[in-house]
């Protein structure tokens, strides 16, 4: 992982917003080293999800539930560029979301992902202190 990031979380916050660590299934050194995501989190990071990822890839399909049962993703969003190309899959990602993790947590972050296009702050759900992530512990 970046040496700096913590460093880089903090000054972002210095300045009175709130750092978003975009489509965090992308990085492979978080999946290796999922404590290091739950590190940003506590240091008030939000994290998104990509709707694409979530219903296209498997591999990262799995990391994503466990963000979230972890509650180390709270922005579900779309990586569009080109509606032809990549649409954008927010209505089927929100009914997976709902199907596998109940209408509590779609609807968190369905509400989270408004408020912040609505540029209202979003506050990282509680984590409780968990030893188990996937295979991993911490």
């Given at each position: ?50 709707a694409s990822s979530l219903l296209s890839h498997p591999a990262d399909r799995s990391f994503i539930y466990a963000c979230l049962k972890h509650q180390l993703a ?65």
């Amino acid at each position: 992982a970046p040496t700096n990031v913590r460093n880089i979380l903090y000054h972002i916050q210095l300045q009175q917003l709130t750092p978003i660590i975009a489509h965090v299934e992308r990085y492979p050194y978080l999946r290796d080293n999922p404590e290091q995501l739950y590190k940003w989190v506590d240091a008030g990071a939000i994290c998104q999800i990509n709707a694409s990822s979530l219903l296209s890839h498997p591999a990262d399909r799995s990391f994503i539930y466990a963000c979230l049962k972890h509650q180390l993703a709270h922005i579900l969003a779309s990586d569009t560029h080109s509606i032809k190309k990549r649409p954008p899959q927010l209505r089927d990602a929100f009914e997976a979301v709902e199907r596998k993790c109940g209408q509590a947590l779609a609807d968190t972050l369905r509400n989270n992902t408004l408020d912040i296009a609505g540029n209202q702050n979003v506050a990282p759900a509680y984590m409780e202190p968990l030893r188990h992530f996937g295979k991993w512990f911490f």
